[in-house]
């Protein structure tokens, strides 16, 4: 039960919050504007109406706090007339207006690059500033009483249409001159137009000698420099090809090196969350006396994040950031969507959080760096000992955990690593932490009527569904201490995993055709490309955020081995959940692809996946020579195909892992299909 929920009658100790008010890090919280109701006066089940709340937090943190250590030249940042950093950030909040009628829970949405991509969750609008009746959809959140809040992290990120942001000093010479250090872009425009290129930093000194262009067509060719005489800075934060207004080559690779100067103090973005959702949780009133607006109004806090963000919270557990500057826990219960293994590379020098590793891209960023699973590991390359758990338990401050990601992830983000250790082997589940693969998903709901840059048409695999499920499992879980839904993923144990085979010197490796059970499907390519994970070299102060090597060399690196499924006769992946669209199939559904002839030819096709339907009837996969089962060859009829969807919905609900909406939603869209009409 929560200390500080006065709503169940519990009181808090006077002294109690004297502590918490003399060490809180949020500073000021100001409200600068309030839409009460919002969404129109909608009222929510039992619930009621929302109130929008939009403002700024201004915080401060000690350079000198041991928690903080982690947060690269902190110490070199600017200080106040207290000794303290300062930094302020965006904040939102929609709430119930009547509190006491929520469910007296906090859902932080960690903001994507400053937009919010709650909607797939609550089955609402994509919308950084949702305020019709119309844009709250089926309201699933809402509906059930949660406060949802949000916060600026990624100083990167604009307050462009209605963005999230943080504002965080630069770090400067003891002496108060400009710091100076590598920099690196990898630059890829899948159009024929794009004619410049912004800088993540400013250029130290805007000496061509002093940096180098590189242009490669695909990822495995040998890059070429573009002379000196070929590109130009347009100004300290841009470069473009000469003569000007030359465009980039479509979808060609070029890298770009240069010396750059006054890096952000990136890492603020991880206390600042910490604080942000500990004063909500903990605290009456801010420094200056402005009121905590949820105040004794928390007993459980959770988190939902998509994609980028979710790298970001697998760090902010590594680094300890779960518990706050008294020691308390920050998030009760995690669900992270789209993550992988992966972190997020804020606490570097010059950090780029905004970059994504996947199988054509950004894969000399420090993104994916030791410790990438839970329990701790020792990693044989380097001695050091480390993992996810190892802070939190630590401090008692552990989350229970949903780690979910597509196939996608697994295919361009080694997230097996998740789950194996640094040989690919089985780990034993943590006892607060469960993993899930949405088995044949890309990255996200793909468009089946668009190839984009692809050669096939995209994976339309919806994971809404399930992340509702898991939603619920999660939250039974954190208040009521019912066990999960079981891990469901690749495993060495089970017979469903196939190991990844690294080529020397190359940024991918293959997973061979007959390892995988892939089938020849005509007009399909298979190429077994997979993302790498090495174990990369930046630099002797690499562990302090410092990267001397950057981009580092792969030639002679060591390899972490990943995982995949393994596939069925069909080419749908055997490990994981397996949704009506692999369960009771019209196609065959992946998590990787390859680049269209205009695009990159058969390099990877970065977070897109593959929908490739089957035949219609056995004579037409005949005449295809498509080794698939025809539609008519496995259900008959419309009515069997419908039943086939059934047995998968019934078995998915029995396992909680699909709620009652959305089952019969998967229902009507079956009998609505026109599959053997």
Not at 396 to 417: G, Q, R
Not at 536 to 545: C, H, M, R, Y
Request: net charge neutral; glycine share 8%; with cysteine.
């Amino acid at each position: 039960m929560n200390r500080l929920q006065s709503s169940l009658g519990l009181a808090i100790p006077f002294f109690f919050l004297l502590i918490l008010a003399a060490q809180a890090r949020v500073i000021r919280l100001e409200i600068t504007s309030r839409q009460s109701p919002t969404f129109e006066g909608r009222a929510f089940a039992t619930v009621g109406a929302y109130e929008k709340l939009r403002g700024k937090v201004y915080g401060e943190l000690d350079p000198n706090s041991p928690q903080l250590a982690a947060i690269t030249d902190l110490k070199l940042a600017p200080r106040n007339a207290r000794g303290m950093v300062e930094y302020s950030m965006d904040i939102y909040i929609l709430k119930p207006i009547d509190l006491h009628k929520g469910n007296h829970k906090l859902l932080l949405e960690v903001n994507n690059r400053g937009s919010k991509l709650l909607g797939n969750l609550n089955q609402s609008r994509a919308d950084n500033d949702p305020a019709t009746a119309a844009d709250a959809g089926e309201a699933f959140l809402m509906k059930r009483g949660y406060t949802l809040v949000w916060n600026g992290w990624d100083p990167s990120a604009t307050s462009a249409n209605n963005g999230l942001t943080i504002s965080v000093p630069i770090a400067r010479n003891g002496d108060g001159s400009s710091i100076t250090g590598p920099s690196y872009e990898y630059i890829v425009y899948d159009n024929p137009t794009s004619t410049r290129h912004p800088l993540a930093y400013p250029a130290a000194t805007l000496t061509k000698s002093q940096a180098r262009l590189t242009v490669r067509q695909h990822l495995q060719d040998v890059p070429q420099q573009v002379p000196a005489e070929g590109w130009a800075y347009t100004d300290e934060r841009t470069i473009g090809l000469l003569p000007a207004g030359t465009p980039f080559r479509q979808s060609a690779i070029y890298e770009f090196t240069y010396t750059a100067r006054d890096p952000m103090v990136a890492g603020i973005g991880f206390a600042a969350t910490r604080d942000y959702v500990s004063f909500l949780r903990y605290a009456t009133t801010d420094e200056v006396g402005h009121p905590n607006p949820l105040a004794n109004a928390i007993q459980y806090t959770f988190s939902f994040a998509v994609s980028q963000p979710a790298r970001y919270l697998n760090d902010f557990q590594t680094l300890g950031f779960n518990a706050d500057e008294q020691g308390l826990r920050v998030l009760d219960g995690i669900e992270n969507w789209l993550g992988g293994s992966s972190g997020i590379g804020l606490t570097v020098r010059f950090a780029q959080p905004s970059r994504t590793e996947r199988n054509r891209q950004n894969h000399l960023y420090p993104e994916a760096l030791f410790p990438f699973a839970y329990p701790v590991l020792s990693d044989p390359f380097t001695g050091n000992t480390a993992g996810r758990l190892a802070a939190c338990s630590n401090s008692h401050t552990c989350p229970k955990v949903f780690e979910i990601n597509s196939a996608n992830e697994y295919w361009v983000k080694a997230a097996s690593l998740l789950h194996t250790d640094l040989e690919g082997h089985d780990l034993a589940d943590p006892d607060n932490v469960r993993f899930f693969l949405v088995s044949g998903a890309q990255h996200g709901t793909g468009n089946d009527r668009s190839r984009g840059p692809c050669q096939q048409f995209q994976n339309p695999t919806d994971a809404g569904p399930l992340l509702r499920a898991l939603w619920m499992a999660l939250e039974e879980w954190v208040v009521k201490g019912t066990s999960p839904p079981p891990s469901a993923v690749p495993r060495q144990s089970a017979g469903t995993a196939v190991r990844a085979l690294a080529q020397a010197g190359a940024l991918t490796g293959i997973v061979p055709q007959a390892d995988l059970g892939w089938p020849t499907i005509p007009g399909v390519k298979y190429t077994g490309l997979i993302t790498t994970r090495y174990q990369l070299d930046f630099g002797p102060s690499a562990s302090q955020g410092l990267l001397s090597l950057f981009p580092p060399p792969v030639e002679g690196r060591p390899v972490y081995h990943n995982v995949v499924s393994k596939v069925d006769q069909d080419g749908n992946e055997l490990a994981g959940i397996r949704l009506p669209p692999v369960a009771a199939p019209t196609a065959t559904t992946t998590g990787w692809a390859l680049r269209g002839a205009d695009f990159g030819g058969d390099d990877g096709c970065e977070g897109a996946g593959q929908n490739i339907p089957f035949r219609a009837t056995k004579a037409d996969r005949l005449a295809a020579h498509d080794p698939r089962l025809s539609l008519a060859e496995r259900y008959q009829t419309h009515a069997g195909y419908v039943r086939a969807v059934r047995r998968c919905v019934k078995a998915l609900v029995h396992r909680r892992l699909l709620l009652a909406g959305d089952a019969q939603a998967y229902l009507q869209m079956a009998e609505a299909s026109t599959v053997l009409k």
